[in-house]
């Protein structure tokens, strides 16, 4: 049987430039090659997202009740817009960098002729008593408590953190506003509110994709690498005793760094197929892409839900990464802009983020990115709307290390063997004049030589000339499990515009990056649309993780669909597929207008266990159509009798 072919139906979440279905968040980083009329519809669809418009009767209205233009709101609020998205400084409302709250180290003592009181509660005092207390009850409630000795206590405090620059998501924008997410951490209210724009994105009806499949041919593929650490994960759960608080029964639970996939299935799709979360540090999107893509092609799903959501935009992953070195600091921004704190200039932290440029560390960000995978029969079938295709992720460890944050050789095997398979697949020609790389392009100093000599060196061994380069990380920072999910959501813009994006946020490339047979761009570099036929996405991560994909442009999946299906069986498909489009669409001018309709179906169409018929051939699960089959296997038949 032939591989089936895993294709992009349907992508949507959230990162600093905004919504990413339909490309918005796209659009932003490239807005200064857009024409008037998108460039401004981006704005607009920002300002709504951000609470500085509404819409009414079809009308853009500011909060004085005024209607407003497409050109009066760019305006009047473009500014604003531009300074409230991307890599930008960390807002006070999500943590005040410059009074971080932590716990100072007291010692305390009396004197011989004057030891140390002092009255508190009874329900107060420390179990067991310090052996250099002594107390004196002084009425039913209340004690005296006198120190004969020195005593620590730990004092509240605060202090300035020396990272000051984040991706943050557009300011004013909040994910658990949208539904009712009590008690949910931050990253699990975006897995929420991503899934469903990449479900709403493709135009079919959830139900109807279920109805054409087994229940056990749906799989979903998410989850993120630092768990949840807010009050309501892993966060409250670990600081609950040391601040004198509780623990609650849903802190643990909800910390999980799988509960992303969980609460899709869960709460959003009503799934009992295949999940999971494939973690791998910085490239963890793609070791869950590759799950979801072999799934298809292997056969045992036709539907597959990849996705990451990461929120680490919080003091102790900030003080983790600073801790290593791996941040870009204030202090290490104002030197590399030759700026002195003398005379107290302002760093320029929206260009915190600096790949392949003069830079002193990567920036953190928060983002959720989700993909809607089918195999090409049932897109077909469905009328689906393709927006590319993945046919292979390639992942290889680093062999023996010395440190486990320094990269690795395992990341020339992965770049070379998506290079070599899009080779096989497209043609040399294909990869050495119509393919453009999506690098890691973390923006440390050390990424920015090994990786630039990966891919220059492959470039060399491909004969590939002036291989283009970008990197998205640049505008929107570095989201750790969903990094190579900004990556994979960029590219299909530049498929869907013809435009590679360059990287703003430097004047200028390092004088060690390679670059003999590569091609870096500060501005954004544009091309028709068909002459971009491939990325390679590539990404990298602490441990020795390091993963490739290559991602084919919708119009090389629709020459390889038309040779596969014949011309007949596709004309029919692309005429269901202008009913689809249309209803994207629709689902497209409600989310600009700020109807979101976040799926979230809390204790709805629950599962009756008794209700499930078994048999010796299939079984029957309420609330699917189709039974699930149990499926022929002799994989080992020729070692039994």
């Excluded at 919504?19 to 932003?28: E, M």
């Excluded at 760093?347 to 920036?363: I, L, Q, Y």
């Excluded at 501005?523 to 993780?545: T, Y």
């Excluded at 004309?571 to 309709?597: C, K, N, V």
Aim: hydrophobic letters at 40%; aromatic letters at 8%.
């Amino acid at each position: 049987m032939k591989s089936r072919l895993p294709v992009i139906v349907g992508f949507g979440g959230y990162n600093a430039a905004g919504r990413s279905s339909f490309h918005h968040g796209f659009r932003r980083t490239v807005l200064e090659s857009l024409d008037i009329q998108a460039r401004q519809e981006t704005l607009a669809g920002l300002a709504v997202m951000m609470k500085l418009l509404r819409v009414v009767d079809g009308a853009y209205q500011s909060d004085d009740g005024s209607v407003l233009s497409l050109a009066e709101i760019d305006q009047r609020f473009a500014k604003q817009i531009l300074a409230s998205t991307l890599v930008r400084r960390i807002e006070k409302q999500h943590l005040d960098v410059d009074a971080a709250h932590w716990q100072k180290n007291l010692s305390v003592s009396g004197t011989s002729s004057a030891p140390l009181t002092f009255v508190t509660h009874r329900k107060q005092l420390p179990e067991p008593l310090p052996g250099n207390w002594s107390v004196e009850e002084l009425n039913a409630t209340e004690v005296c408590v006198t120190l004969h000795d020195n005593c620590e206590f730990k004092v509240d405090s605060y202090r300035a953190l020396p990272v000051k620059s984040a991706g943050q998501l557009p300011s004013g924008f909040e994910p658990g506003e949208l539904y009712n997410s009590r008690f949910h951490p931050r990253g699990l209210q975006m897995t929420v509110v991503g899934v469903t724009d990449a479900l709403r994105s493709t135009g079919l009806p959830w139900q109807s994709i279920v109805d054409c499949v087994a229940p056990d041919e749906i799989a979903v593929f998410a989850g993120s690498i630092m768990s949840q650490l807010d009050e309501n994960g892993f966060g409250g759960l670990m600081q609950s005793r040391l601040k004198g608080g509780r623990v609650t029964a849903k802190q643990l639970a909800l910390g999980l760094n799988t509960m992303p996939a969980d609460f899709i299935n869960a709460y959003v799709l009503g799934s009992v197929g295949t999940t999971g979360s494939v973690t791998g540090a910085c490239a963890t999107f793609l070791y869950n892409l590759q799950k979801g893509i072999e799934q298809i092609a292997s056969g045992k799903a036709r539907v597959a839900i990849v996705g990451n959501s990461e929120a680490p935009i919080n003091q102790e992953c900030i003080e983790g990464y600073g801790a290593m070195g791996a941040l870009a600091t204030e202090d290490g921004l104002r030197q590399i802009e030759g700026k002195t704190e003398m005379a107290q200039e302002q760093v320029d932290f929206r260009r915190a983020s600096r790949p392949f440029g003069e830079n002193c560390g990567f920036t953190l960000a928060e983002a959720c990115q989700f993909v809607v995978l089918m195999d090409d029969e049932l897109a077909l079938q469905l009328g689906a709307d393709i927006h590319g295709a993945v046919p292979d992720v390639f992942i290889n460890a680093d062999g023996f290390k010395k440190s486990i944050s320094a990269p690795g050789p395992g990341n020339y095997l992965t770049v070379s063997k998506a290079v070599a398979s899009a080779v096989q697949l497209l043609g040399i020609d294909a990869v050495r004049q119509r393919s453009f790389v999506h690098a890691h392009g973390s923006s440390t100093p050390a990424n920015r030589v090994t990786e630039s000599e990966i891919l220059d060196r492959i470039a060399a061994a491909f004969a590939i000339e002036q291989w283009p380069v970008t990197a998205v990380k640049a505008f929107v920072g570095h989201s750790l499990a969903t990094a190579s999910g900004d990556q994979v959501i960029s590219a299909l813009g530049s498929f869907k515009y013809g435009i590679i994006p360059g990287i703003k946020t430097i004047d200028s490339v390092a004088d060690d990056v390679h670059q003999q047979h590569l091609s870096f761009a500060n501005s954004d570099r544009q091309r028709a649309p068909e002459q971009l036929d491939v990325c390679f996405i590539n990404s990298k991560g602490f441990g020795g993780n390091n993963a490739s994909a290559l991602l084919l442009a919708p119009h090389v999946v629709d020459k390889m669909l038309r040779k596969r299906h014949g011309d007949a069986a596709f004309a029919a498909y692309t005429a269901r597929r202008e009913s689809t489009r249309a209803a994207a669409r629709a689902y497209d001018e409600q989310a600009l207008r700020g109807q979101l309709e976040i799926i979230y179906n809390f204790g709805h169409d629950l599962i009756d266990d008794k209700a499930i018929e078994l048999g010796t051939t299939q079984i029957k699960v309420p609330g699917f159509v189709q039974p699930l089959v149990f499926k022929q296997d002799d994989r080992y038949a020729d070692m039994l009798d």
